[in-house]
T-cell receptor, first 115, second 114 residues
């Protein structure tokens, strides 16, 4: 149980285009979803937290107009990187948790390469 | 000062060795401490968590917290090549509205050589 999937697993896009990444909880209802970014040899950095049906809360330094997060249902959250640039190339990982639970279940990650 | 500090390594040990992975944290109010394992290009998976000081054992893995020195450790006994991965420590904080947030260390890359 507690499986989280991400799609796509790897995407290459051209500079200036937008990319959407999906995060799904397959066998549980995720009241809260988190989006992280991980650069090579670096730790996971929390970008934003989203509760179902509410606007996402972004961490300091994360541009909310560039990284659009939607958590429209209890099983799906999406991250859209708008007008992507090469410096946005990174490993994006989502996680999901249920209400009042401390445990986060992580997806397998999406590798974004912007050329 | 970062909330969680972890030596990124890399750390290379022979098969069967005892591995010690360590982190320090800054805020004595933190109460939950987590260890995650991350294989290359995969998401992290929770290995163990501890609450308060002391040891917690699960098979070959032991998590230890020393709150007086703000030091957390993960020990792996009889290490195996399949243990080769990056190990991340994390602290768990309550962020309000029934939600918890994780703050991760940099991760230590471990290689167990057959």
């Amino acid at each position: 149980g507690a499986v989280v999937s991400q799609h796509p697993s790897w995407v290459i896009c051209k500079s200036g285009t937008s990319v959407k990444i999906e995060c799904r909880s397959l066998d549980f209802q995720a009241t809260t979803m988190f989006w992280y970014r991980q650069f090579p040899k670096q730790s996971l950095m929390l970008m934003a937290t989203s509760n179902e049906g509410s606007k996402a809360t972004y961490e300091q330094g994360v541009e909310k107009d560039k990284f659009l997060i939607n958590h429209a249902s209890l099983t799906l959250s999406t991250l859209t990187v708008t007008s992507a640039h090469p410096e946005d190339s990174s490993f994006y990982i989502c996680s999901a948790s249920t209400r009042s639970s401390y445990e986060q279940y992580f997806g397998p990650g999406t590798r974004l390469t912007v050329t | 000062q970062k909330e969680v500090e972890q030596d990124p390594g890399p750390l290379s040990v022979p098969e069967g060795a005892i591995v010690s992975l360590n982190c320090t944290y800054s805020n004595s109010a933190f109460q939950y401490f987590m260890w995650y394992r991350q294989y290359s290009r995969k998401g992290p998976e929770l290995l163990m968590y501890t609450y308060s000081s002391g040891n917690k054992e699960d098979g070959r893995f032991t998590a230890q917290v020393d709150k007086s020195s703000k030091y957390i450790s993960l020990f792996i006994r009889d290490s195996q090549p399949s243990d080769s991965a990056t190990y991340l420590c994390a602290i768990l904080k309550y962020s309000g509205a029934g939600s918890y947030q994780l703050t991760f260390g940099k991760g230590t890359k471990l290689s167990v050589i057959p």
